[in-house]
Antibody, heavy 117, light 107 residues
Framework: EVQLVESGGGVVRPGGSLRLSCAAS????????MSWVRQAPGKGLEWVSG????????GYVDSVKGRFTISRDNAKNSLYLQMNSLRAEDTALYHC??????????WGQGTMVTVSS | DIQMTQSPSSLSASVGDRVTVTCRAS??????LAWYQQKPGKVPKLLIY???TLQSGVPSRFSGSGSGTDFTLTISSLQPEDVATYYC?????????FGPGTKVDIK
C-alpha cells in the first residue's frame, strides 16, 4: 500500500522554525520527484516546493524563497521541509505529494502548521 | 509567473447533468495540465493529467480537453459522490500553480 506520512507540524511563534518530514512507503521513492503543497484553512491549494528524484533543482514558490529549504534522503525514503522565519501567512496544512514536473498522483494526509503569537 | 484561473467559482447542478469547468493559463503550457478532486475533509485526488489522460481508477464520466491556454473538465453525468472542489494545476515549470478551485454541488 502506498503511504506518505507527514510529521513535524505544530504551533510556532512568528519568526520561529519547524522541520517537516514525510515518510514514504509502498513505492520506489527514489524514482519520483516530490513536492510540498499547503492549504490554509478554508482556502485553496498552493504548491510550496519540490525537488527532483535525486535532490537536484529544488524549486520554491516566491513567498517562501530564502526561508524554506527542501531536501530528501532516498536511503530513508524521506522528504523534508526546513521552514525558517515563519509568518502568520504560512499557517496551513502541509501535504507531501509525489510529483515534480509531473502531475501529483500520491498525497499524504498532511501535517498542520500554525504560526501564532 | 503563469497565473491559473477557473470558472465558475461554484456551480450547482442536478444529478445526471453534464457539468463543465474551465481553466485558463495566462501563458501557453502545452498540455501540462492536471485536474484534481478534493472532497470535503479529504486529500486531493488526481483525476486527469496531460490535459486529457484519465488517471487509473477514475470513472469514465470524467474527461478533460484543451491545450495551450484553455482547458476543460467535463463530468458527463453528475453523481452525488462528485460533490467536491475541483482544481486545475500547471506542471510544465515551477511554480506549479493551482487554479483557485471550482466548488460543485447538487441542486
Amino acid at each position: 500500500e502506498v503511504q506518505l506520512v507527514e510529521s513535524g507540524g505544530g504551533v510556532v511563534r512568528p519568526g520561529g522554525s519547524l522541520r517537516l518530514s514525510c515518510a514514504a512507503s509502498g513505492f520506489n521513492f527514489h524514482d519520483y520527484g516530490m513536492s510540498w503543497v499547503r492549504q490554509a484553512p478554508g482556502k485553496g491549494l498552493e504548491w510550496v516546493s519540490g525537488v527532483y528524484w535525486n535532490g537536484d533543482n529544488p524549486g520554491y514558490v516566491d513567498s517562501v524563497k530564502g526561508r524554506f529549504t527542501i531536501s530528501r534522503d532516498n536511503a530513508k525514503n524521506s522528504l523534508y521541509l526546513q521552514m525558517n522565519s515563519l509568518r502568520a501567512e504560512d499557517t496551513a496544512l502541509y501535504h507531501c505529494a509525489s510529483g515534480y514536473l509531473d502531475a501529483f498522483d500520491m498525497w499524504g494526509q498532511g501535517t498542520m502548521v500554525t504560526v501564532s503569537s | 509567473d503563469i497565473q491559473m484561473t477557473q470558472s465558475p467559482s461554484s456551480l450547482s447542478a442536478s444529478v445526471g447533468d453534464r457539468v463543465t469547468v474551465t481553466c485558463r493559463a495566462s501563458q501557453g503550457i502545452s498540455n501540462y495540465l492536471a485536474w484534481y478532486q478534493q472532497k470535503p475533509g479529504k486529500v486531493p485526488k488526481l483525476l486527469i493529467y496531460a490535459a486529457s489522460t484519465l488517471q487509473s481508477g477514475v470513472p469514465s464520466r470524467f474527461s478533460g480537453s484543451g491545450s495551450g491556454t484553455d482547458f476543460t473538465l467535463t463530468i458527463s453525468s453528475l453523481q452525488p459522490e462528485d460533490v467536491a472542489t475541483y482544481y486545475c494545476q500547471k506542471y510544465n515549470s515551477a511554480p506549479f500553480t493551482f487554479g483557485p478551485g471550482t466548488k460543485v454541488d447538487i441542486k
